[in-house]
Nanobody, 126 residues
Framework: QVQLVESGGGLVQAGGSLRLSCAVS????????AGWFRQVPGKEREFVAG????????TYADSVKGRFTIARDNAKNTVYLQMNSLKPDDTAVYYC???????????????????WGQGTQVTVSS
């Protein structure tokens, strides 16, 4: 059984930073791409950032460009989301996701991902 284990969420003041991590537990598998999404109560889950495992190419939502950075560590099979200059609007539950097989579809689509983490809460106070 595969589990994605997220960590690093918490409470931070506006302007601060957090780093989220997402590791794989259980059966190992190859990763084509990984993504981070977030959701607030009453709203749809939205794309934050994505990365292709092979060449490390990345894509970001406009709302986080220049503030967030997604990265992966092949040796640890872990994906990170470095979040800087946090704003109260960044408050949400953050989810990581993994895609196993190659796809030409956008990493911003939730539909392409095979595995999801349980979510970690990020709260940014003003």
């Amino acid at each position: 059984q595969v589990q994605l284990v997220e960590s690093g969420g918490g409470l931070v003041q506006a302007g601060g930073s957090l780093r989220l991590s997402c590791a794989v537990s259980g059966r190992s598998f190859s990763t084509f791409a990984a993504g981070w999404f977030r959701q607030v109560p009453g709203k749809e889950r939205e794309f934050v950032a994505g990365i292709k495992w092979g060449d490390g190419s990345t894509t970001y939502a406009d709302s986080v460009k220049g503030r967030f950075t997604i990265a992966r560590d092949n040796a640890k099979n872990t994906v990170y989301l470095q979040m800087n200059s946090l704003k109260p609007d960044d408050t949400a539950v953050y989810y990581c996701a993994r895609r196993v097989t190659p796809t030409a579809l956008t990493l911003a689509s939730q539909l392409i991902y095979n595995y999801w983490g349980q979510g970690t809460q990020v709260t940014v106070s003003s």
